[in-house]
């Protein structure tokens, strides 16, 4: 009881309005709650109306009144207004498949007294996360946060050293892996059950490209794409408390707004953030969206020390080392909007849907060229080539050693290796002979490669977003939990709606990307909705200028918690290539996302596996260190 009380509180961000417990025998559920659906009658622990199933749940399900009327029609009695409970009932009329009539985001437990099992689901895209560990003994684990399976002592905090080169080149771990090592992850689209200690896990839903449509005009398509994105936007304003947007002023936020806008009698609230650079500033955008919409619109610039003085307790709250450096800026503009609101909009799943990185562009061109040099040079010439490449000054060498002239012809040497973190040939030089030893398999793309094996995907933009959106999306998606549940808000994904992504994956690769238009089906969406600027604006995502700052006045940072003893000492890495990085990015080269990764990784493991600052109310001194001139 107390260690699953101890869970259940290291956790109260994620629920600050309300705690419950349940314990049967060897079996325990907590639940910390933000009231959202049903504020007053929602309480969790939920129990069906016999007692056979309690149920503790995180997430929206937004179909849950349409599924009520179908229970209803079939006997089941409803006794509140919330969403947990039609899940209870779809669980007893449909067992393992009740997922499959769930639309929405959503990590649960369900535990069936009846059978003496457990019952775990994740949402298709993995939304709400659920981290678990499964002992020798058979016991099982589960939270939404891994520091919370550490409160329990149901494992302890190392370094999972078989993930590292995962997380190194890929911003995160992939497929179920954590970077503890023990800790696993349920994938999303996929159900377990947990019966005298043995686990089993099924996955009910993966994403499909084929068949495509049958053909059609372009009117069409964009019609019927639109139609779908209004919907989801639609489901996603259910809610019995103020609700907002976050507004980056770039166009998947701002299509966002606008379908919020012609939803709602009142303004709607808009949360931006910038920075005082320049360069590193969207505010105007984001400015001219409100004017255009009328919204009700806040925002706050970030100074670097405050960036600088939340990075330990933001890390505290990831879990593990923060892989995208925007994430800091997210927990700030959650914050102003918990002030006003307690559930935010926002336009993850975008990008990874309808192909709106600049990288899937340059990628298909490579890979075209590639194959034709390939096919028309014999391999004399190539190895000639990649020599006399390797001696041509940095300027011209490290971009010419990002094409097909010093890499091979293929999805993963110039997609996936060619815009990691730190790539493959990197590690080699990076880890030390003592962390290599430790990995059973240098391989940073296994799960990418497994996943291109897996999809039914027949062009290869279709591949490339598959893989994405099962693993680059992924980590987006729990910076987007875990920096808005830190200011205890609770933040929806339009763009992610199962029925509009399966649309959109259908579609042919001109609706997504045409010619140098990303985006294109969303752009001609939002023809006349939104203004040209917006439209046309090339993406920036939040611009942070990191690596700006690690030159100058926070150079302290990387003497400290890269370049210091304590980080140099572990023997993680080659001291060396740690020296000879810092210097190049000095120089100006741009390392920025690497040394990021690496002032996050020590402060990582000073707080988990060294276990210094290990509560996020014991950030202060780590946070003083860290600004410190």
Not at 355 to 380: I, M, V
Request: proline share 4%; hydrophobic share 40%; glycine share 8%.
């Amino acid at each position: 009881m107390e260690d699953l009380v101890r869970m259940r509180d290291v956790l109260h961000h994620r629920g600050p309005d309300d705690g419950g417990v349940f314990i049967d025998g060897n079996i325990g559920l907590g639940h910390r709650r933000l009231s959202i659906v049903d504020v007053a009658n929602g309480v969790q622990p939920m129990f069906s109306d016999d007692h056979s199933a309690v149920i503790v749940y995180n997430g929206e399900v937004y179909n849950h009144a349409d599924s009520r009327g179908e229970l209803e029609q079939r006997g089941h009695v409803f006794n509140n207004r919330s969403d947990t409970e039609t899940i209870l009932h779809l669980y007893q009329e449909y067992g393992r498949d009740c997922v499959e009539h769930m639309r929405g985001m959503f990590a649960l437990a369900i535990w069936d007294k009846t059978k003496r099992e457990l019952f775990i689901a994740r949402d298709r895209f993995g939304v709400k996360p659920l981290y678990y560990v499964h002992d020798a003994d058979g016991n099982l684990f589960f939270a939404s946060e891994i520091k919370a399976l550490l409160e329990a002592g149901a494992v302890k905090p190392e370094l999972n050293y078989d993930a590292l080169p995962d997380q190194l080149a890929n911003h995160g771990t992939s497929g179920d892996q954590t970077l503890f090592a023990g800790v696993k992850r349920l994938t999303p689209g996929h159900t377990m059950i947990w019966r005298d200690g043995r686990l089993d896990i099924a996955e009910f839903w993966d994403l499909k490209f084929e068949p495509k449509h049958e053909p059609r005009s372009d009117a069409d398509y964009i019609e019927e794409w639109r139609d779908l994105f209004r919907k989801s936007v639609e489901l996603r304003l259910m809610a019995d408390v103020p609700l907002g947007m976050f507004l980056s002023g770039g166009i998947d936020s701002s299509a966002i707004a606008a379908m919020m806008s012609s939803m709602v009698s009142e303004p709607i609230k808009t949360f931006s953030i910038g920075f005082g650079e320049r360069e590193a500033n969207e505010l105007e955008y984001a400015r001219l969206v409100s004017r255009k919409l009328g919204t009700d619109h806040h925002e706050i610039t970030l100074s670097p020390d405050q960036f600088f003085a939340a990075l330990p307790q933001l890390i505290w709250h990831e879990d593990e080392p923060i892989g995208f450096i925007a994430s800091i800026p997210l927990y700030f503009i959650s914050k102003l909007a918990s002030e006003h609101v307690k559930v935010v909009l926002t336009g993850e799943g975008s990008d990874e849907t309808l192909a709106g990185y600049g990288r899937y562009q340059k990628a298909l061109n490579l890979l075209d060229y590639g194959e034709r040099y390939e096919s028309l040079t014999p391999s004399f010439v190539r190895n000639a080539v990649r020599g006399g490449v390797a001696t041509l000054p940095s300027k011209f060498g490290n971009k010419l050693n990002r094409t097909f002239l010093t890499r091979d012809a293929d999805i993963e040497s110039l997609f996936f290796d060619n815009f990691s973190v730190f790539g493959r040939s990197m590690q080699s030089e990076m880890l030390s002979r003592k962390t290599r030893e430790r990995i059973a398999d240098l391989d940073p793309y296994a799960e990418q490669n497994r996943l291109l094996a897996v999809s039914d995907a027949k062009d290869t933009l279709d591949r490339l977003l598959y893989a994405d959106t099962k693993t680059y999306l992924h980590e987006l998606l729990m910076k987007q939990d875990q920096m808005s549940m830190a200011a205890s808000i609770e933040s929806r994904v339009p763009f992610l709606d199962h029925k509009l992504v399966e649309f959109s994956a259908a579609m042919p690769r001109e609706m997504k990307l045409r010619g140098g238009t990303t985006k294109w089906i969303l752009r001609e969406a939002m023809k006349g909705i939104l203004p040209d600027a917006i439209l046309n604006r090339p993406k920036m995502g939040f611009p942070v200028p990191v690596g700006k700052w690690f030159r100058s006045e926070y150079k302290h940072i990387v003497d400290e918690f890269v370049l210091g003893n304590r980080p140099l000492e572990r023997g993680v890495f080659e001291p060396e290539f740690v020296r000879n990085l810092v210097r190049r990015h000095n120089s100006g080269e741009d390392h920025a996302q690497r040394i990021w990764f690496l002032v996050n990784f020590e402060i990582w493991q000073r707080r988990f596996i060294d276990g210094e600052e290990t509560t996020a109310n014991a950030s202060v001194s780590m946070a003083e260190e860290l600004v410190a001139a």
